[in-house]
C-alpha cells in the first residue's frame, strides 16, 4: 500500500475580495498623504510613450563605442608609461656606470703611490720628523724641522694612468 491517498486533501475556502478591499482601503488613505507630497516634489518627468528600436540600437552602440574609446584612451596612457619607464632605465644604468667610472678614477688618484709622485712633481720632499697638532687644544706636537731636498734632483715621475674600466 502507497503512503499517498487516494484522493487529495480539501483545500481551505479561498477569502473573499472585499475583506482584501476593505484591508486596502484601510491602508491606502494613510499612505497617499505621505507619499504624495514626496512625489510631487521630486521633479522627474516619466516619458509618455516608447523608444524606437533605431534609438535603442544607436544608444547601445553609442555606449558601446564610447567604452571602446575610453579602453583606447587608457591602452595609450599605459603603453606611453610603459616607454618613458624603458627610457628612464636606461639613463639610470648610464648614470650608474659613470658615477662607478668616476669613483674608480678618484680612488686611483687618492692612493698613497699617486699622491707620492704627484707631491714629488710639485717638488716637494718628505719630511724626516713628522709633526703632529692637536686640534682640540692648537698643541704643536713634536719639533717642527725644515725638510731639505736631496743634493741629486729627482727627475719628474710621469705618473701612471689610472686603471678604470671600460663601460660597454
Same mark, same amino acid.
Given at each position: #500500500?502507497?503512503?499517498? +491517498?487516494?484522493?487529495?486533501?480539501?483545500?481551505a +475556502?479561498? @477569502?473573499?475580495?472585499?475583506?482584501? #478591499?476593505?484591508?486596502?482601503?484601510?491602508v491606502?488613505?494613510?499612505?497617499?498623504?505621505?507619499?504624495?507630497?514626496?512625489?510631487? =516634489?521630486?521633479?522627474?518627468?516619466?516619458?509618455?510613450?516608447?523608444?524606437?528600436?533605431?534609438?535603442?540600437?544607436?544608444v547601445?552602440?553609442?555606449m558601446?563605442?564610447?567604452?571602446m574609446?575610453?579602453?583606447?584612451?587608457?591602452?595609450?596612457?599605459?603603453?606611453?608609461?610603459?616607454?618613458?619607464k624603458?627610457?628612464?632605465?636606461?639613463?639610470?644604468?648610464q #648614470?650608474?656606470?659613470?658615477?662607478?667610472?668616476?669613483?674608480?678614477?678618484? =680612488?686611483?688618484?687618492?692612493? +698613497?703611490?699617486?699622491?707620492?709622485?704627484?707631491?714629488?712633481?710639485?717638488? #716637494?720632499? +718628505?719630511?724626516?720628523?713628522?709633526?703632529?697638532?692637536?686640534l682640540?687644544?692648537?698643541?704643536?706636537?713634536?719639533?717642527?724641522?725644515?725638510?731639505? =731636498?736631496?743634493?741629486?734632483?729627482?727627475?719628474?715621475?710621469?705618473?701612471?694612468? @689610472?686603471?678604470?674600466?671600460? =663601460?660597454?
Amino acid at each position: #500500500m502507497s503512503a499517498v +491517498p487516494a484522493r487529495t486533501p480539501a483545500l481551505a +475556502p479561498i @477569502p473573499r475580495k472585499s475583506r482584501t #478591499m476593505r484591508k486596502l482601503s484601510l491602508v491606502k488613505p494613510m499612505m497617499k498623504p505621505i507619499v504624495s507630497p514626496i512625489a510631487q =516634489a521630486i521633479p522627474v518627468g516619466v516619458p509618455q510613450g516608447r523608444a524606437s528600436s533605431r534609438t535603442f540600437l544607436f544608444v547601445i552602440i553609442g555606449m558601446i563605442v564610447a567604452g571602446m574609446m575610453s579602453l583606447l584612451y587608457v591602452n595609450t596612457l599605459a603603453a606611453q608609461a610603459s616607454f618613458q619607464k624603458h627610457a628612464l632605465q636606461i639613463q639610470l644604468s648610464q #648614470m650608474t656606470a659613470e658615477e662607478q667610472r668616476i669613483a674608480s678614477t678618484v =680612488a686611483a688618484g687618492e692612493s +698613497p703611490g699617486n699622491l707620492i709622485i704627484t707631491a714629488q712633481n710639485m717638488g #716637494m720632499v +718628505p719630511a724626516q720628523t713628522p709633526v703632529f697638532l692637536r686640534l682640540s687644544d692648537r698643541e704643536i706636537l713634536g719639533k717642527p724641522v725644515v725638510a731639505v =731636498a736631496p743634493a741629486v734632483p729627482v727627475a719628474p715621475v710621469v705618473p701612471a694612468a @689610472p686603471v678604470v674600466p671600460v =663601460a660597454q
